[in-house]
């Protein structure tokens, strides 16, 4: 091996090696982190084969990812037979130091360096296979740490997805918290739009001392063009940070509290993150199609869509604002209804223990 990679150990060197290979095999002039990230898995062992199982990475389905975003840049004939080359970023991630500086650099050191730039090629590679490279991240940089075998097992446990028992959101609502339902003043739900297909109203309104829940409710008058879509999907773009597609589609669903801070469904925040929000959070928690056909001869269906969301934390006292949007179907409008209720009914709950389990 050349001088570059006198750093490595055993382990990182077979990785490196097979990683080559692979590039090579392939058609490609390059060997970038995805390659890399190949390397790692392909003969995994230890520690690494518990990260491997976690995220269902083994190397034939991390091998057709590769193919799949590589297409475009192999050489199916024989016009090109040199070694591949090293990226500057897999040259970068086989520098990857230990954490405390000393040791050579392993496994989860080139693993944590393949996808610290989340346009790199590696991270490419998860995305396609639906694994979020922040997480696999994640775990990379406790490795780099060389746990003891009792930490490393215990980590990789409290880790497993497999147990769900364990994951719960540490900022609710907890599958078995209390809410006190809050209402709307006279109403059970505010009217927020009305067109000539559909009406938006908000309704089931309740909170405990964390937040509060709330259903956004849209009922057809007419047959839809297109049904609207409350959650945007996530687009992967190999080489770039995931996106989400705003189309006409999408229902735009937005509060906007009196303190001028807002929550909408257009940066939508996964229940089960670890890490705590820097603002005021919306997280998706169902929704609910219901379609009907009443028995006369008119034959249309009648669709309701409910969408309910969990909102932290709870609004200051004061006007909270309801916004939606849905251009499919030309919905507009805005509602208001006071925070009061929520913010008293948190409060009532904060010193009557005995009515909240979490």
Same mark, same amino acid.
């Given at each position: 091996m050349d001088e570059p990679y006198d750093d490595l150990d055993d382990t990182a060197r077979r990785a490196l090696e097979v990683a080559l290979a692979a590039a090579a095999a392939i058609g490609?002039?390059?060997?970038?982190?995805?390659?890399?990230?190949?390397?790692?898995?392909?003969?995994?062992?230890?520690?690494? +084969?518990?990260?491997?199982?976690?995220?269902?990475?083994?190397?034939?389905?991390?091998e057709r990812a590769i193919q799949k975003i590589r297409e475009p840049f192999t050489y199916t004939s024989n016009d090109y037979d040199g070694d591949p080359q090293l990226t500057p970023r897999a040259l970068a991630a086989l520098h990857t130091s230990r954490h405390d500086g000393s040791g050579p650099t392993g496994v989860f050191e080139i693993l944590y360096g393949v996808l610290s730039d989340p346009r790199s090629g590696a991270c490419a590679v998860l995305r396609e296979l639906g694994v979020r490279p922040e997480e696999v991240h994640r775990l990379a940089a406790y490795g780099r740490r060389h746990l003891s075998k009792d930490e490393a097992a215990l980590l990789l446990q409290a880790l497993d997805r497999r147990d769900l028992n364990r994951h719960r959101p540490w900022w609710g609502p907890l599958p078995d918290a209390t809410l006190t339902p809050c209402s709307f003043g006279a109403a059970a739900s505010v009217e927020v739009a009305r067109s000539v297909t559909a009406?938006?109203?908000?309704?089931?309104?309740?909170?405990?001392?964390?937040?509060?829940?709330?259903?956004?409710?849209?009922?057809?008058?007419r047959p839809w063009v297109l049904p609207p879509v409350v959650?945007?999907?996530?687009?992967?773009v190999?080489?770039?940070?995931?996106?989400?597609?705003?189309?006409?589609?999408?229902?735009?669903?937005?509060?906007?509290?009196?303190?001028?801070?807002?929550?909408?469904?257009?940066?939508?925040?996964?229940?089960?993150?670890?890490e705590r929000p820097t603002g005021p959070a919306m997280v998706?928690?169902?929704?609910?199609?219901?379609?009907?056909?009443?028995?006369?001869?008119?034959?249309?269906?009648?669709?309701?869509?409910?969408?309910?969301?969990?909102?932290?934390?709870?609004?200051?006292?004061?006007?909270?604002?309801?916004?939606?949007?849905?251009?499919?179907?030309?919905?507009?409008?805005?509602?208001?209804?006071?925070?009061?209720?929520?913010?008293? +009914?948190?409060?009532?709950?904060?010193?009557?223990?005995?009515?909240?389990?979490?």
């Open positions: 490609d002039q390059q060997c970038g982190t995805e390659y890399l990230l190949y390397g790692v898995f392909a003969g995994v062992r230890g520690d690494m +084969a518990e990260i491997a199982e976690l995220f269902v990475l083994d190397s034939l389905r991390v009406v938006a109203s908000v309704a089931d309104l309740a909170a405990n001392q964390h937040g509060f829940v709330i259903t956004l409710e849209v009922e057809s008058s959650d945007p999907p996530e687009i992967l190999p080489g770039f940070a995931a996106t989400r597609r705003h189309g006409p589609e999408i229902l735009r669903f937005e509060l906007v509290f009196a303190d001028g801070s807002k929550v909408s469904n257009m940066n939508p925040i996964d229940r089960w993150r670890s998706p928690l169902s929704t609910q199609w219901e379609t009907s056909r009443p028995n006369d001869r008119r034959g249309c269906e009648h669709r309701r869509v409910l969408a309910q969301w969990w909102i932290w934390p709870l609004p200051v006292p004061g006007t909270v604002e309801v916004r939606v949007d849905w251009p499919a179907e030309v919905l507009s409008g805005l509602a208001a209804f006071d925070a009061r209720p929520l913010v008293k +009914a948190a409060a009532a709950m904060q010193f009557n223990p005995a009515r909240n389990p979490c």
